[in-house]
């Protein structure tokens, strides 16, 4: 099995907290003259990271990558068997795709100095607190945000709460995690699949922020 996947993208971190949590045995590779390339698309069609190819099966989209490893590796469970928790976790999982992740990707061309806009930044800033107020509320911590293991709602804030905290430093604004959700982000950031993914994706972070400061 093989995974086309950046350290720097959060989707990719998605895919790899779950890969590594299951044990499932993979390799992970940068997308071969990068993503979106013809050289790309004659494995990927769509060009997009992550990329999944097992045997025959080529995936692209986070969400359906999680669930395809989640019915082929089912242990650990990350997506119970009851039917309304199923719905739960994936009424999450969209939250983070089409809520939260979004706020901070718009402000990708906010990192460097000479392209910011504070007031764009504050408008923003406060759009994000919306959703994670929003995401506290719908959230049952037990200690995870639905279960007392890790499942699939999990795994995609990991990487985007770290890129969100790192870029809102590079702000200079204050990142503020509803209380309800700071001692969930401490549990999931024990598990040792996504302390050694978030160590990565840090370290790509960092970088890529420095980049943009000259």
């Given at each position: 099995m093989i995974l086309y996947a950046l350290p720097i993208s959060n989707f990719c971190s998605k895919v790899t907290i779950v890969l590594?949590?299951?044990q499932?045995?993979?390799?992970?590779?940068?997308?071969?003259?990068?993503?979106?390339?013809a050289e790309y698309k004659q494995i990927v069609p769509t060009g997009k990271i992550p990329g999944l190819v097992d045997d025959q099966l080529v995936l692209s989209e986070s969400e359906a990558?999680?669930?395809?490893?989640e019915e082929k590796y089912p242990n650990?469970?990350?997506?119970?068997?009851?039917?309304a928790k199923r719905a739960l976790i994936r009424q999450l999982s969209r939250h983070h795709d089409l809520a939260v992740e979004p706020i901070i990707r718009s402000l990708f061309g906010q990192?460097?100095?000479?392209?910011?806009?504070?007031?764009?930044?504050?408008?923003?800033?406060?759009?994000?607190?919306k959703q994670l107020t929003m995401l506290a509320e719908l959230?049952?911590?037990?200690?995870?945000?639905l279960t007392s293991e890790m499942s699939l709602a999990d795994v995609g804030y990991a990487p985007t709460l770290l890129l969100g905290e790192l870029m809102?430093?590079?702000?200079?604004?204050?990142?503020?995690?509803?209380?309800?959700?700071?001692?969930?982000?401490?549990n999931l950031q024990?598990?040792?699949?996504?302390?050694?993914?978030?160590?990565?994706?840090?370290?790509?972070t960092v970088t890529w922020i420095a980049s943009k400061q000259g």
């Open positions: 590594r949590h299951k499932i045995p993979h390799q992970i590779l940068p997308p071969p003259s990068g993503y979106g390339s990558i999680n669930e395809y490893l650990p469970v990350m997506l119970p068997g009851d039917p990192v460097a100095p000479q392209t910011r806009n504070t007031e764009v930044l504050q408008t923003k800033a406060t759009e994000l607190q959230a049952e911590p037990q200690p995870f945000l809102w430093e590079c702000f200079g604004m204050s990142w503020n995690l509803p209380s309800r959700l700071k001692e969930w982000q401490q024990q598990v040792p699949a996504v302390s050694e993914t978030l160590q990565e994706a840090r370290e790509a």
